[in-house]
């Protein structure tokens, strides 16, 4: 809490009787608001993504509302707005092209309205990110209410989780194991009921980033959607702003280096997505924080994923939460010493007052700590001569026979490339092989698609091929799984030497010793890098054109190099 306030940042707004807060008031009249919501009562910003584009995000006017209430119970005086809403299911390229675009949408959003406080609605992939983004540039009290998780999926009886089902049942459509009836009629059993992926999904992931960070309520990962307790959560985040805008206990008070330690751990037991590294790197890149790979790869060794849940499980989100959820896990890690138990959250309590007491309801959901699902969790960050700034892989979704492995590269020039020749009976590849996809990466997609786990060649899946290794610059969906090393840094269309790899090279993985090698000496490499010019597609819009000039590299979270110019007001408060 801060030791002396300044004036709410909207009295420049509201207060006194000048022409400009005149005019301020006057206006918002026109909304049939009464005068005494201007007397110097917080106005707290409600930043929604809901878009019916964003099937995720299509219940978040009704969850506002409920903060809305929130609100005014605690004396303050709420106002909705609209912001980018990036949808992973319906927006092309790919939606984190547009995570930096709503995080601008956000910043300005918040810098030129008359809010002393907000909370951010959001749900679907990149929604929580950009959200998180622009409100940690700007440095004001903030909370964030996810939308939660669908319904399990359900399909003839038995449970199956968004996304990973789709990866599953394609490859066995692909290999004549799965009917194409069969696989049409799994899509309304499939996505059930408003929310989120039900997996252990980016969405969920970013929900429970959200929580271990201490930005969000209790159980504020794992609620499902559609169950009331999610608009109970909602409208007492709308009463706890109201208290943190008063006291102005600003973002940056939440978001320290303490707080992101603890959701790179509560990532490692959860099972978490890939994506979560990017965001979170970008997120504390904002906030003044020095945040790496070496700390994701660093924090996450030790630390087993005790939450049976897929994509590397077999449990979906709607059990996690009626297992314990999100609190039973970080008390655990607490009990061995993986958390800084005094991190402050926005209850206004630590993060240990608020899980110290959580239980665990079924132990086949979340596992005892000394029967993991994997061992080891967390994030392994592979370095090497093909990835000299780092590159990605989630263990606990990979194959074990696959952790050590020397084969040779079937390269992809492009995702359009992969498309066109995978499934060529004569592609030279068997299951030694290693599937390399270059150009798929920030700025040679653009925007660095979920293309990463690449469907394997039909010939192989006719065989019971279900695993290989898959190198690439690209991401991939929370939900899917296999052997995958991503998020390639540098990458192909800035020249890194993921550009030069040739088919038939061959390639040494050792995900233990964090290792990975292109077996290519660097002669070769220099003379097959001569007169390299990117292979990058056409921009279709200015805002693209922005984009690849701008974007950084996976290793720093890819987002704008010019965001950072706001680090400077990030420890200050919002002037208008």
């Given at each position: ?10 009295r420049?707004w ?8 005149f005019m301020h008031?006057?206006w ?7 005068d005494?919501?201007?007397?110097g009562?917080p106005v707290?910003g409600?930043?929604n ?15 506002a ?8 119970e605690?004396?303050?005086f709420?106002?909705e ?11 092309r390229?790919t939606?984190?092209l547009?995570?930096?675009l709503?995080?601008m ?11 002393d406080g ?10 929580t990110?950009?959200?998180?983004m ?17 319904l ?7 449970q199956v989780?968004s ?12 290999a004549?194991t799965m ?7 799994a ?9 989120s992926c039900?997996t ?5 992931t970013?929900?429970?980033?959200i ?5 969000g ?7 499902p959607a559609v ?11 709308g009463r706890?702003?109201?208290g943190?805008?008063?006291d ?8 320290t ?15 978490g ?10 997120i504390a890149?904002?906030m003044?924080v ?17 939450v049976?849940?897929m994509?590397?499980?077999?449990f979906?989100?709607?059990d ?27 209850t ?17 959901v979340?596992?005892?700590w ?15 001569n093909?990835?000299p ?13 696959l ?16 498309h066109a020749r995978?499934n ?9 092989s290693?599937?390399?996809?270059q150009?798929c990466g ?6 660095m698609?979920e293309?990463?786990?690449m ?6 899946l006719?065989k019971?091929v279900r695993?290989m290794?898959r ?10 799984y296999?052997?995958?090393i ?6 192909a ?5 993921l550009?030069?790899?040739r ?10 010793a ?7 000496d660097?002669?070769?490499?220099s003379?097959r890098?001569?007169?390299f010019?990117?292979?990058l ?5 200015g ?13 720093l979270?890819?987002d ?17």
């Open positions: 809490m801060s030791d002396s306030k300044k004036e709410l940042r909207s420049q509201y207060g006194g009787n000048g022409k400009s807060t008031r006057s918002m009249k026109n909304q049939g608001l009464p005494d919501v201007f007397d009562r707290i409600i930043c993504t809901w878009s019916e584009m964003t099937p995720c995000n299509a219940h978040l006017r009704d969850l509302e409920k903060v809305k209430f929130g609100v005014y605690a004396g303050g709420p106002v707005f609209p912001v980018l809403s990036p949808s992973e299911s319906q927006t390229p939606a984190m547009y995570r930096n709503a995080a949408d956000v910043e300005e959003s918040i810098r030129s309205y008359p809010i907000i909370v951010l609605m959001a749900g679907c992939d990149k929604t990110p950009s959200l998180v622009g409100a940690a540039s700007c440095d004001i009290p903030a909370i964030l209410v996810s939308g939660g998780p669908m399990n999926g359900v399909v003839k009886g038995q989780g996304g990973t089902a789709v990866f599953r049942w394609v490859e066995e459509l692909k004549g009917s194409e009836a069969d696989f049409l009629s899509e309304a059993g499939h996505s059930r009921s408003a929310g039900m252990m999904g980016t969405a969920s970013m929900a429970a980033m929580e271990a960070l201490g930005l309520l209790f159980q504020n990962a794992a609620i169950d009331a307790r999610r608009k109970q959560l909602a409208q007492m985040a706890k702003i109201v943190l805008a008063s102005q206990v600003n973002i940056g008070q939440i978001l280096r303490e707080a992101f330690e603890n959701a790179i751990r509560v990532n490692a037991a959860i099972g997505s890939t994506n979560a590294v990017l965001h979170l790197i970008a890149r904002r003044g020095d945040l790496t790979l070496d700390d994701w790869d660093r924090l996450g060794r030790g630390v087993p994923t005790i049976d849940l994509p590397s499980g077999r979906l989100m709607e996690f939460y009626y297992a314990g959820g999100l609190p039973a896990v970080m008390r655990a890690l607490g009990e061995h010493g993986l958390l800084h138990r005094n991190a402050l959250t926005v206004g309590t630590t993060l240990w007052e608020q899980v110290c007491d959580a239980e665990v309801w079924n132990r086949e979340i596992r005892e000394d029967a993991p699902l994997t061992a080891e969790g967390g994030i392994a960050v592979l370095r090497g093909l990835a700034r780092g590159a990605v892989l989630k263990p606990s979704a990979a194959s074990p026979e952790f050590k492995h020397r084969g040779q590269a079937v390269v992809f020039s492009s995702i359009e490339d992969y995978i060529d009976p004569d592609l030279e590849v068997d299951e030694t290693i599937l390399v996809l150009n920030p700025k040679g997609y653009p925007g698609a293309v990463g786990n469907g394997l060649p039909q010939k192989l006719e019971g695993d290794i190198i690439s610059d690209a991401r991939m969906s929370g939900t899917a296999g052997t995958v991503l998020h390639v840094a540098p990458e269309a800035e020249g890194g030497p550009a030069f790899v088919s038939g090279d061959w390639i040494d993985v050792d995900i233990e964090r290792h990975l090698h292109l077996d290519v660097a002669a070769e490499l003379r890098a001569e007169g010019t990117p292979a597609p056409p921009l279709n819009s805002y693209q054109t922005l984009y690849r000039a701008h974007v950084e590299q996976a290793d979270g890819c704008f190099d010019f965001s950072l110019s706001s680090l400077a007001l990030s420890q200050q408060r919002v002037s208008h």
